[in-house]
Nanobody, 121 residues
Framework: QVQLVESGGGLVQAGGSLRLSCAAS????????MGWYRQAPGKQRELVAT???????GYTDSVKGRATISRDNDKKTVYLEMDILKPEDTAVYYC???????????????WGQGTQVTVSS
């Protein structure tokens, strides 16, 4: 079994910054892609940022230039730093990790529990 635990959410003023963390633990042989989604009230879940095992990153247009995704493979942790936060960034942020638990190169996607980010204007 694999668990992902998120931290770092909270209430932030517009223009501020935050850093989210997501640590994976449990039966992990290797981790492939990692990333973050978010879901605002009444909206569909939206992909925010991704990072491959090799460190290649991708961002949705609305956060480009304001967000940085990174990972620490030794700690099995993915991070999301966001600057110049806007009220429209308010959402529950979910991390994911694509985990191979047994070394057979079959990766399953596991999810964090979600962390609320609220940006006040």
């Amino acid at each position: 079994q694999v668990q992902l635990v998120e931290s770092g959410g909270g209430l932030v003023q517009a223009g501020g910054s935050l850093r989210l963390s997501c640590a994976a633990s449990g039966s992990i042989f290797s981790i492939n892609g990692m990333g973050w989604y978010r879901q605002a009230p009444g909206k569909q879940r939206e992909l925010v940022a991704t990072i491959s095992s090799g460190g290649k990153t991708g961002y949705t247009d609305s956060v480009k230039g304001r967000a940085t995704i990174s990972r620490d493979n030794d700690k099995k942790t993915v991070y999301l730093e966001m600057d110049i936060l806007k009220p429209e960034d308010t959402a529950v942020y979910y991390c994911y990790s694509e985990v191979d638990s047994s070394g057979n190169h079959f990766h399953l996607r596991y999810w964090g529990q979600g962390t609320q980010v609220t940006v006040s204007s």
